[in-house]
């Protein structure tokens, strides 16, 4: 599958969300959608990492759809606001590379081999 840009995720959110007559959700809304999404997530990842194994009825949900989830949910949220997102993660990128430069222990050339 070939690479796609955080743009062209986000022109392709948007014709799919341009083709129904409700539009994207009140902010508000989306953010109600973000955190249930963040819910199932952390519902599946306490099943497999945590402490609360699933009931033998409960069906087996994947992480990849879950994450997914979230990222559709996300795109919309931008769209809805007009933010780029790339231009928000080259932001957050360059403030994590300022205030947290010497927060972490590097690893040295030996570590990365």
């Known amino acids: 599958m070939e690479e796609q840009s955080i743009k062209a ?3 392709e959110v948007d014709q799919y969300i341009s083709q129904f007559k409700e539009g994207y959700f009140h902010p508000l809304s989306m953010l109600a959608r973000m955190t249930e999404e963040v819910g199932e997530l952390a519902r599946e990842v ?15 949900q994947s992480m990849e759809m879950e994450l997914g989830d ?4 996300l795109i919309c949220f931008a769209n809805s606001l007009d933010i780029d997102l ?27 081999t």
């Open 9 to 11: 995720m986000q022109r």
């Open 46 to 60: 306490n099943h497999r990492y945590g402490e609360k194994p699933k009931k033998p009825e409960e069906a087996e």
């Open 86 to 112: 790339e231009e928000a993660f080259r932001l957050v990128m360059d403030k994590y590379e300022v205030r947290d430069a010497d927060r972490w222990t590097r690893l040295d050339e030996n570590d990365a």
């Open 70 to 73: 979230m990222l559709f949910i």
